[in-house]
């Protein structure tokens, strides 16, 4: 017998990084997070469907058309959704200021807790200059972000065969090699700086698949992660908190688990 388990209850939720499109997004978490998350909006903070996997030949099975159809049922009951494009979807950035299926289109936009805090909410990708500059250099680095994602499966599957935990190869170079720790480093920087610019309190963005929340001289950066290692996003509580939500550290997720690994399919609650 499965306990009932209660959804958690925001005011507003903020997340990126889907790649829905690719073998690497982890559409079924996601729509186990969906299921057990309420909010009055929902932000979506750029590279929801990999337009550039899909164009090389896209991996597209029935979980992934669940996500989207799961978002666009929350948009018809009255959640707030927000879409905000990202390098990986810039083609719809040409939509930018239109609503289609209830669905807002925005190149970026302030949001204003329940407090009165003013955040810049954004993909992030404006910031990088790779992405800017050279982006033939964009292509080549997410070719092999690719394949060390891919890498984690064999990896993880030895690992699970001696009776070890999950560990992300990607991840582990992201956080190790020089290099990515100082774009990290500079990409906070410079966002922070920007929410100064705009007079804002702080600013939300993803891009980088790195979830963060931190002070940067007077200014509350926040990056929302990703779903395709992390599994995370930024929930704000009623009362005007922001915090990081690690789905996969969750108790609900947690009790949910034997359950969803007997579904052949996560069912889409209202």
């Known amino acids: 017998m499965t306990a009932t388990i209660e959804k958690s209850n925001y005011k507003s939720v903020f997340i990126s990084d889907l790649h829905l499109g690719t073998r690497s997004a982890k559409a079924a978490e996601l729509l186990e997070f969906l299921k057990h998350t309420e909010s009055e909006t929902l932000y979506l903070v750029g590279d929801i469907i990999d337009f550039w996997k899909v164009r090389r030949g896209p991996v597209?099975?029935?979980?992934?058309?669940?996500?989207?159809?799961?978002?666009?049922?929350?948009?018809?009951?009255?959640?707030?959704?927000?879409?905000?494009?990202?390098?990986?979807?810039?083609?719809?950035?040409?939509?930018?200021?239109?609503?289609?299926?209830?669905?807002?289109i925005r190149r970026d936009c302030i949001h204003e807790t329940a407090d009165g805090k003013r955040y810049v909410v954004l993909h992030g990708d404006e910031?990088?200059?790779?992405?800017?500059?050279?982006?033939?250099?964009?292509?080549?680095g997410d070719r092999s972000y690719e394949t060390a994602l891919w890498l984690n499966a064999p990896l993880n599957w030895l690992r699970r065969r001696m009776g070890l935990e999950y560990w992300s190869l990607s991840n582990f170079l992201k956080h190790r090699v020089k290099g990515a720790v100082n774009f990290i480093g500079e990409?906070?920087?410079?966002?922070?700086?920007?929410?100064?610019?705009?007079g804002a309190d702080g600013l939300i963005?993803?891009?980088?698949?790195?979830a963060n929340d931190r002070q940067i001289d007077g200014v509350h950066y926040l990056n929302t992660g990703d779903w395709v290692e992390s599994c995370t996003a930024i929930g704000e509580r009623h009362d005007g908190r922001l915090e990081i939500i690690r789905w996969r550290d969750t108790p609900?997720?947690?009790?949910?688990?034997?359950?969803?690994?007997?579904?052949s399919s996560i069912e889409l609650a209202a």
């Open 205 to 210: 963005c993803g891009h980088i698949h790195h």
């Open 252 to 263: 609900m997720r947690q009790t949910n688990e034997p359950e969803a690994k007997r579904q």
């Open 127 to 140: 910031f990088d200059i790779v992405v800017r500059y050279a982006r033939w250099l964009a292509f080549l």
């Open 187 to 198: 990409f906070e920087t410079a966002l922070a700086s920007e929410a100064r610019r705009r």
């Open 60 to 104: 597209w099975p029935q979980s992934h058309n669940d996500v989207i159809q799961k978002v666009l049922r929350r948009a018809r009951k009255g959640t707030r959704v927000v879409f905000i494009p990202g390098n990986h979807d810039d083609g719809l950035r040409d939509y930018c200021g239109m609503d289609f299926g209830g669905i807002e």
